[in-house]
C-alpha cells in the first residue's frame, strides 16, 4: 500500500492549488471560511470562474465540456476547494442534470440544455420530495397527464433548495397512477415561470431562506421535456443520487471546518487557558479528529475501489453517515467553543458589509446559526436512517 | 420522603401553564421577539400579576417562595411555554439582593423587581467561558464612591434592564477567588453604554461596557467578605432555573415527537411503528426522567444548608441538563425530519432554547469539571 | 418536595445497619467487596440470618412469614445490604416463587412449600427460558400432557441459574398445544431428583459456572404440583415478572460498585497522579457518578408512585435499562482502572483462601471476571432490547 | 495511491488463513490456553514455517518484510484466527534488536528468534499504567557488567521467553524521558523470578522481577543515546500489531454478529429483520470500516521517515480500535442474546481479546491524550 499521491496526481493537486491562489476572488473565502452568507451572485461568478478554467463539470466527459477526471482527482479537487475556501458548487445543474442527460437525454436535448448548464443561462432546481413523501420516493403524488403535445402538471414540491434563485426544475412526475408505486414515475423538466408555478418560501429555524416549496397548478410543459422514456424515471432517479453522493462525505468540508474551529479554540480562553487546553474540550475535539483522519482514507478506499470512475454504491451510505457526523460535531464544538456568544444573532454580522457588528470572539456570529442549519446534513438527501437501512439491507443482508 | 409539590406550587403551576397555553401562542413569541425590547411586556405583567416573581424570592425579600422548588415550578411553567420574558434576571438578581451586605437598603428595588421591573446580573465576560471567579472588570474608590470600568458579555434582556448587578475586581488577579465585590448600576448612569442584540433562541440580550462609571458608596450590594457567597448563591440560582426551564422544553419536544411519530407515515405505515426510531424515542423519554430527577436533586440542594454540596448537585443538573437537552434537541429534530428544520414548526424553537440553554450559566464541560472539582473538595472535607 | 427519609424511615434504616453490623459475617462481606466466588454454603448461611431476623422475605406479607414492608423500607433495606457488601439474597425462591404461591397456590400449597423457602429446605431454580425461546417466553415447547393423576414433562429449559445448587424447579410448561402461543402454558413446581431430569452446566465467558440447561424426558409430575389453573401460566408468569423487577434497578450495587471503583482509581497511578486525577478517566466516572445520582432519585419516585405496595408498571423498564447501564458501565471503569492488570486470570485468587495469589493492584483479580459477566444484566430479566419495546408501545403509544 | 497489498503480503495471508482455518479450531486453542506453557508448540512451530516470524522482520534483521503493512497483514489474520501464540514478542522484540547500538552483536539471537523463539519485550511496570517513559527498574555499572532491579507487569508469554528484553534506568526521576536503557536478559539468568499466570483471553502471561540481576556489559542492546527511540520504535510496533489484530477479531465477531441476526429467529421472524438491531449492526460496520482505515494509517506511518507522525497516527489507530473493539464486543454479545454470553460459542472469546487489547501497550483513554499531546508538538514544531 502506498497512501502518498503519485507524481501525476501531486502535479494535479498543485495546479489546482494554483488555480484558487490566483482565480478564487479572496471576499468569496472570507465569506466562506467566516460562515457569512452567498448571495446568488456569489454562486454565479464562482461557476463562471470555473466553467472560464473547464473545471465546473468534473463529472462530465470532455465531449461536453468536462474535464475527463477520475473519483481521485475529483476528490483532490474537491478536497482542495473547500481547503482553499471556495463556495460550493451548486450541484443541481451541473452534478445531478447534467449526468442525467448525458445518459438519458436525447441529443437535441443535450445539445441544448447541457450548455446553458455551464455558462450560467440556467440555474436548475430539484423537485423530488414532496410534503408526503420525504425519504419515500414511491410514494409521490404530483401528476403530469399527456393533454396533445404538452403534459399537464398538478402537484407540490417541497424542499426545493435555492429553487427562489432557479428559473427551471427537474422534477419526478406520476405519469401512470396505475401502475406500481415505483413504476409510473416519469422525470420532467419544468420552466419556472410557466403560468400555475408559485415558488414560496420555507424558512428554516436559523432564520434562513434556502428552501422552497413549489406549487405546480395546470402547469403546462411541452413534452420534449421528458427525459427519457415515460414511466423510466424511477430508474433515472436512482441513477442520479448516485451522482448526488460522490462528495457525500464532505471531507474537504470538515477538514476546513476543523481547522476554523482549531483557531477559535486557541483564540477563546477559559480559566486563563486556551479553551484548546482544556481537557474535556480537547478530548472532544481530538475524536472528531481522529474520526476525520479514519474517514479521508476510508473516503479514499472506496475511491479507489471504483475503478476508473461510476459512483459507489453503498459504501456511498457509508460516507454520507459518517461524514455528516463529523462535520456536525465540528459545528457543535464550534458552538460549544464561542461560549455565550453563541447567543447573539446579528443578521447583519452574517455579512461581508456588516461583519463588524458582530461581537464576542471572532467566528461567533455563525456558529449558533450554522450548527442548526447543518442539522439538515443527516436528513436531506436520504436520511441517514435510510441510508442504514440500505446498508442492513445490501451490505449486511439483513 | 416526599415527591409532591406543595398545594401553593401546584396551584401556581396550573395557573401559569393554563395562562401560557391561552395567551401565548407561539406566533405572540416570534413577535415580541422581533421588537425592540424582546419580550412581549403586556405578557410580562401577566406574569407578574399571576405572582410568578414573586415566588421566585424568598420572604425575607417581599416574596411568597424562593425555595429550590419555587423556583423550579416557575422555570418548568417557563420552560413548557418557551417563555423569552425576564424572568431569569428576576430570580437570579432578587435572590442576590436578598443576601446583600445590607438587605434593608434593597427594599426599594425588590418591591420594584417584584412587580415586574426587567433587572440583569451582569458578571459572564468575554474569555470567562462560565469560569465563575473570572472577573476583569474592576472597581476602584474613588471620592466616597466607586469608579467601575469593564465589559460583561451577552447579559439577558441586558439593554432593557431598569439596573445591572454587576460584579467587579477590588484586588487581586483576574480569576482570583478573593477580592470580588458585588455593585448596583441603575439604568442611565454615565459611562454604561449597551450594545443590544437579539438572540438566536428568541429575547434579547446585550453586552454592557463600563466606562469610568461613577457609583455611589451605597452601590455596593455586597463587599468582598460576602460577594463570594452571595455571587455563588446567584450562579446556583440562575443553573437551576435554567435546567427546570429545560425539564420543561424537554417535556414539549418529546411529546410533540411523539405525537409526529404516531401521525407521520411514511412507506405505509406510522414511522412510530419503525423499531429503530422507537427505541431512539424511549432514550428520549429516559433522558428526561433522568433530567428530572437531576433537577428535583438540585432544587433540594438549593435549599439545603451546605453550599458544597448545592453547587455539587447542581453542577452535576447542569452538566445532565447540557447534554440531555442537546440530545432532545437534535433528536427531536432529527425524528421530525425536515419538518423539524423549519421555523414554523414550534419544535424547531424548542431545539434552540434546549441547545443554548448550555450556552449560560455554564455548559456540560465545565459543569462536569466542576462536578469533579467539588466531589474532590468534598472528599478532602470527610 | 422533601428528599430526606422521615424519622420513621432513618429509623428502619439505623437498625438495619445495626443488624448488618452485627449479623454480616465478615468473611462474606469481604467476598463481596472484592468481587471473589461465593459458595452455595455462603448464601445458604446469609439466607439463615436474615431468615432468623425475619427479614428474608421482603416481599411477603407477615402472615406467611415476612416483614411487612412497604417498597421504600424493601429499597432502604436493599441498598444497605449491598452498602455492607451483603450477598445477595437468590431471588428464586423467596422473591419469585413465594410472592406466586401466595397469591395463586392453594392452601396446602402454600403451607407446604413457604416455610420451606424460608427455612432453606428447599432450593428453588427458575424454568423459564428456552432454547428456541430468551425474550420470546410465548414461543417455549416442553410440554406436559395429564396422564392420570401426573403431568408427564418433555423439553428443555436454559440459563438456568444456580440449577446446579437446586432441588426444584418452578416451570413454564405447555398444557395445550392447540391454544394460542400466550394460551396453554401452565405453571409446575418440578422436583430435579425426579428420573428424566439431568441438569448440565453452561459455562459462561468468565469461566464461571452459575447458569445450567435443565433436560426434561418423560419427567412424571404429581399433579398437585400445578399453580393456579391449567394454562393459566402465562398470567402467573407477568405476575412473577413484576416481582421480579422491584429491585431491578440495583442502585445499592452500584453505590457499592462506584466506592469499589474509587478506591480502586485512587491507588492506581498513571504519570505520577492516581488515576482519579487523570481528566478522562475522572470525566468519565463523574459521568456514572451523576447518572447513579438522577437513577437514585428516579427509583425513589417511582416507589413513591407506587402507593402502598406492589411493583411498578412499565417504569420498572426505565429501571431495569438505566440501572444496567450503570451497572455495567462502573464495571468498565473497574476493568480500566486497572490497567493491565486486567489481563491475568487467576481462578484460585477469586476465592478467600487464594486472594493472596492475586498480581496487581488490590480489586485486580475479578475486574475483568466481573466485567464480562456481568454483560448478562443486559440480556436476562427480559434484554433492555425488549424493554425498549415496552417502554415504547405502554408509555409512549408507539 | 495505492490500497492493494503487494503479491508477497496477499500470499501471505491467504497461506496464514488458511492454515490456521484447517489447523487451529478454537477447541484446540482453548486447549493449548489451558497448558502449563499457554500456546500451542506445534502451531506456533508451523506458523514460523509459513513464514510469519520473518514477516515481521526488516531483512537487515535476516526478516523478510518488517514494514508496517507486513506487521498488519500477519496480525490480522492472528486476529482473525485468535492467534494466542506468541508473535508479538516476536515482532516487538526482533523490531527493537534491529535497531540496537550493535545491531550485528544480536545476528545469532535474531536467527533464533525469526526461527521461533519465544521472546518478550518486558517493559510495562506496575502503576505505570501504559506511560511509555515509567520506568521504575534500574541498572547499575557493577565489575563491567550492569546490575539490574525491579518489577516488570504483564508481560506475555513472559514465562516462556528464552529471553526478555528489559527497560531499565540508569539516572533520572522514575518517569523521566531521558535515563533510559534496554538491557538483554537470557532466560536462565539469576536472580530473575517468573510469576506465570493464564490470561482471561487465552494465552499466559508472567509478571517478572528482577532482584540484582546481574548481566554482561554487552547485554547492553541500546544505551540512553538511542534507547528512547528505540523503545518508541517498539512500542509503536506493537500497538500497530494489536490494532492490526483487532481489526482481524472485529471482522470477524462482526461476520457471526451478521449470520446470527440472519438466521436466529424469534417471534416468528429472523431477529435481523427488526430495524433497531439493523441500525446497530450497521453501526459496528461503519466502526470496523473506519479501524480499516486507522490501520492503513498507522501502517503507512510505521513506514515513514517522522517519528512524531507515526506514534499521532499509531496514538490515533489505537484510540480508534480501543474504542471500536470494545463497542463490537459489548453490541456482539448483545446482539446474540445469552448464547453470546458462553463460552461454548467461539463469539465471546473475539468478544473477549477485543477488549482486552485495549489493556495492552496502551488504552483509548490513553492514546486519546497521547494524540492530543503529540498533535499539540506537531504543531509547535510546525
Keep these: 500500500m502506498d497512501l502518498r499521491l503519485s507524481p501525476d496526481e501531486s502535479a494535479f493537486r498543485d495546479a489546482v492549488r494554483a488555480f484558487l491562489r490566483d482565480e478564487l476572488p479572496p471576499e468569496l473565502a472570507t465569506k466562506v471560511r467566516q460562515g457569512l452568507r452567498l448571495t446568488r451572485d456569489d454562486m454565479a461568478r464562482w461557476h463562471a470562474i470555473l466553467h472560464a478554467r473547464g473545471w465546473l463539470a468534473s463529472h462530465w466527459p470532455r465531449e461536453w465540456g468536462g474535464p475527463g477526471w477520475g473519483p481521485v482527482q475529483r476528490f483532490i479537487f474537491e478536497n482542495e476547494c473547500a481547503l482553499a475556501g471556495a463556495p460550493r458548487i451548486v450541484p443541481f445543474g451541473v452534478n445531478m442534470l447534467g449526468p442525467v442527460l448525458i445518459k438519458y437525454g436525447s441529443e437535441p436535448q443535450k445539445r441544448h440544455w447541457l450548455p446553458r448548464i455551464l455558462d450560467g443561462s440556467d440555474w436548475w432546481c430539484q423537485g423530488y420530495s414532496e410534503p408526503g413523501a420525504g425519504s419515500d420516493l414511491a410514494s409521490l403524488k404530483t401528476t403530469a397527464v399527456r393533454d396533445g403535445d404538452h403534459y399537464v402538471v398538478n402537484g407540490q414540491k417541497t424542499w426545493t433548495t435555492l429553487g427562489h434563485y432557479a428559473n427551471r426544475m427537474f422534477c419526478l412526475v406520476r405519469t401512470d397512477r396505475n401502475a406500481k408505486p415505483q413504476e409510473g414515475i416519469s422525470f420532467l423538466l419544468i420552466d419556472l415561470d410557466s403560468p400555475g408555478v408559485e415558488v414560496r418560501p420555507i424558512i428554516t429555524l436559523d432564520g434562513e431562506h434556502e428552501v422552497n416549496e413549489v406549487f405546480l397548478t395546470d402547469v403546462r410543459v411541452p413534452a420534449d421535456r421528458l427525459v427519457g422514456a415515460e414511466n423510466q424515471g424511477w430508474t433515472i432517479a436512482k441513477y442520479l443520487l448516485t451522482y448526488e453522493r460522490t462528495n457525500i462525505a464532505g471531507i474537504g468540508f470538515s477538514v476546513a471546518g476543523l481547522e476554523r474551529l482549531k483557531v477559535i479554540a486557541r483564540a477563546v480562553h477559559k480559566g486563563g487557558r486556551p479553551l484548546i487546553e482544556d481537557p474535556l474540550f480537547a478530548a472532544r475535539l481530538a475524536r472528531v479528529e481522529i474520526e476525520l483522519e479514519n474517514l479521508k482514507t476510508t473516503n479514499l478506499r472506496v475511491l479507489a475501489a471504483v475503478a476508473g470512475g461510476g459512483a459507489p454504491g453503498p459504501q456511498s451510505s457509508l460516507l454520507k453517515i459518517l461524514g455528516t457526523q463529523v462535520r456536525q460535531e465540528i459545528l457543535s464544538l464550534t458552538r460549544r467553543a464561542v461560549g455565550p456568544y453563541a447567543l447573539p444573532w446579528i443578521e447583519a454580522a452574517l455579512t461581508l458589509e456588516g461583519a463588524d457588528q458582530a461581537v464576542g470572539p471572532a467566528g461567533a456570529a455563525s456558529a449558533a446559526a450554522q450548527y442548526f442549519n447543518y442539522r439538515k446534513l443527516s436528513i436531506f438527501g436520504g436520511s441517514n436512517e435510510i441510508q442504514k437501512n440500505i446498508v442492513a439491507k445490501t451490505v449486511l443482508g439483513l | ?382
Tied chains: 1, 3.
Excluded at chain 2, 413569541?29 to 421566585?56: F, I, K, M, N, S
Excluded at chain 2, 428595588?109 to 417584584?114: F, G, M, N, V
Excluded at chain 2, 457609583?215 to 437551576?240: K, T
Excluded at chain 2, 441547545?355 to 455554564?362: P, Q, S
Aim: net charge negative.
Design chain 2, 1 to 382: 420522603m416526599d415527591f409532591s409539590l406543595t398545594d401553593d406550587q401546584r396551584m401556581l403551576a396550573d395557573s401559569l401553564d393554563r395562562y401560557l397555553a391561552q395567551r401565548y401562542p407561539i406566533d405572540r413569541r416570534h413577535a415580541a421577539a422581533a421588537t425592540p425590547q424582546g419580550y412581549d411586556v403586556d405578557l410580562w405583567a401577566g406574569l407578574v400579576e399571576l405572582g410568578a416573581v414573586p415566588a421566585l424570592l424568598p420572604e425575607s425579600a417581599g416574596g411568597l417562595g424562593g425555595g429550590g422548588f419555587d423556583i423550579a415550578t416557575v422555570f418548568e411553567s417557563a420552560g413548557r411555554a418557551l417563555v423569552i420574558e425576564p424572568l431569569l434576571g428576576a430570580a437570579v438578581v432578587g435572590q442576590m439582593l436578598a443576601r446583600a451586605d445590607a438587605p434593608q437598603a434593597w427594599a426599594a428595588w425588590l418591591e420594584r423587581l417584584a412587580a415586574g421591573a426587567v433587572v440583569a446580573l451582569a458578571h459572564e465576560e468575554p474569555d470567562a467561558h462560565y469560569e465563575p471567579t473570572h472577573v476583569a472588570t474592576t472597581a476602584q474608590h474613588d471620592a466616597g464612591g466607586w469608579v467601575l470600568d469593564g465589559h460583561k458579555a451577552v447579559v439577558p434582556h441586558g439593554g432593557q434592564a431598569e439596573g445591572w448587578l454587576v460584579s467587579a475586581r477590588l484586588s487581586g488577579a483576574v480569576r482570583d477567588a478573593e477580592g470580588i465585590a458585588l455593585f448596583w448600576v441603575p439604568r442611565g448612569t454615565p459611562g454604561v453604554s449597551v450594545r443590544t442584540y437579539p438572540r438566536i433562541d428568541g429575547g434579547g440580550a446585550a453586552d454592557v461596557t463600563l466606562t469610568a462609571v461613577r457609583v455611589p458608596a451605597d452601590a455596593l450590594v455586597a463587599g468582598p467578605a460576602r460577594a463570594r457567597q452571595v455571587l455563588a448563591h446567584g450562579l446556583a440560582c440562575g443553573a437551576l432555573a435554567l435546567c427546570a426551564e429545560a425539564l420543561g422544553a424537554m417535556e414539549v419536544a418529546l411529546r410533540m415527537t411523539r405525537d409526529y411519530l404516531q401521525t407521520r407515515r411514511q412507506f405505509g405505515r406510522p414511522i412510530g411503528s419503525f423499531q429503530a426510531l422507537q427505541h431512539r424515542a424511549v432514550d428520549l423519554w429516559m433522558a428526561v426522567e433522568q433530567s428530572r430527577s437531576a433537577v428535583i436533586n438540585a432544587a433540594a440542594a438549593f435549599d439545603g444548608d451546605d453550599p458544597l454540596e448545592r453547587d455539587r448537585l447542581i453542577a452535576a443538573a447542569k452538566a445532565t441538563i447540557g447534554r440531555a437537552g442537546t440530545q432532545v434537541a437534535e433528536e427531536s429534530i432529527q425524528l421530525h425530519g425536515g419538518i423539524g428544520m423549519t421555523w414554523e414548526l414550534p419544535l424547531s424553537h424548542y431545539a434552540k432554547r434546549l441547545v443554548m440553554i448550555d450556552h449560560e450559566f455554564g455548559d456540560e464541560d465545565h459543569h462536569l469539571a466542576r462536578f469533579i472539582a467539588l466531589s474532590r473538595e468534598r472528599e478532602a472535607r470527610a
